[in-house]
């Protein structure tokens, strides 16, 4: 990923709500990132923890508590998060003021998700103008995530629909800057749109998380990495026509494959991954096996670690860092840069 991007001229600046590892954020560091996003506060203190900086917050964070603790986050170090709104702009302003730090906005574009941000640029265009001269914040440019390409199976169509949510991203950040207003970060794109999205004009750098791990989901749409993460899983039960497995829907989310070659998936339920037994198939009880999980991020939440192999030998242990405020010895207050 980061060798092309170089080549393409477009950075990286890695979703790690993907893996929740410091381990991998520093390997992606190391690669070239030249930060790292992130979907929660929670996920920014955790890797400001361990001497992270230049931490983008690609959400809107709203509730009093939490700006407060985002203000006190960015004292000494680059924080960035998006916005979609004038007066959560202005409650970002207020607390930064309080906190005697400085807060970087990116003004949010809603590129077909129906989701967060401006729905046009026109609304892009009045964000920035409401955030001019606003203490204790500065724009530092645009986010859009054309997530809603990575859900469409034709390839054909999915082309289609990036392009139009770049040109609408792209049209946003130009009107933004022709009225004088800098916006030198210009973010988007998910490991599915990655590489389309990082060679236009104007695209400053990519946000992509899966590729690191990848899964069933992101594995089918494009084939440029391979996949690293499995879930352990042993056979429990061999009725004739079945293979049961312990790992189901509590463990893996949107359901897995087996790494086992043709064997088809019959359904999940929360402890039981049942699968169709075919004549002939060796699987005996007790028989260690690797699930691919449909979707990683989700899959990852569910753990607190990884244990890394190499050549099917467990080399290193990984702690998965913590979803919230009281879990592992994460501290509600960011520690000083």
Known sequence: ??????????????????????DLAQLQVDAGAIGLSTATLWEAVALAWEGFDDLFIVNTIT??????????LARGRRILVAVDDARNAAALSDAAV?????????????????????????????LARQTQ????????????????????????LRSRKQQ???????????????????????????????????????ISEIQAGTYVLMDGMHSGMISDF?????VATTVISRPHDRLIVDAG????????????PDIPRLRFDEEHGIFVATDGLDVPLGTPLAMIPGYAPSTVNAYDAYH????????????????????NGLHLVPPAP
């Open 226 to 230: 391979e996949t690293a993460l499995t």
């Open 63 to 72: 509730q009093p508590g939490k700006i407060g603790l985002l203000a006190a």
């Open 164 to 202: 139009e949510a770049m040109t609408l991203f792209l049209e946003a950040a130009e009107l933004v800057e022709s009225h004088g207003f800098r916006c030198p970060i210009r973010s988007a794109a998910g490991t599915v749109t990655w590489q389309a999205t990082a060679s236009l004009d104007g």
């Open 133 to 156: 001269g606003l203490p204790g914040v500065s724009l530092e440019g645009l986010t859009g995530y054309e997530g809603h390409c990575a859900l469409e199976p034709s390839a054909e």
């Open 98 to 126: 309080a906190a005697g730090s400085r807060i970087g906005v990116m003004i949010e574009v809603d590129t077909g998700m129906d989701r967060a941000g401006v729905d046009s640029p026109q609304e892009a265009l009045d």
């Open 249 to 260: 829907s509590k463990s893996v989310a949107d359901e897995g494959t087996l790494t086992w």
């Open 308 to 327: 890394v192999a190499v050549d099917g030998v467990v080399v290193d242990i990984w702690p998965i860092f913590p979803r919230g405020p009281g879990h």
């Open 1 to 22: 990923m980061a060798q092309t991007l170089r080549l393409l001229g477009t950075h990286i600046r890695p979703h790690i709500k993907t893996h929740k590892s410091t």
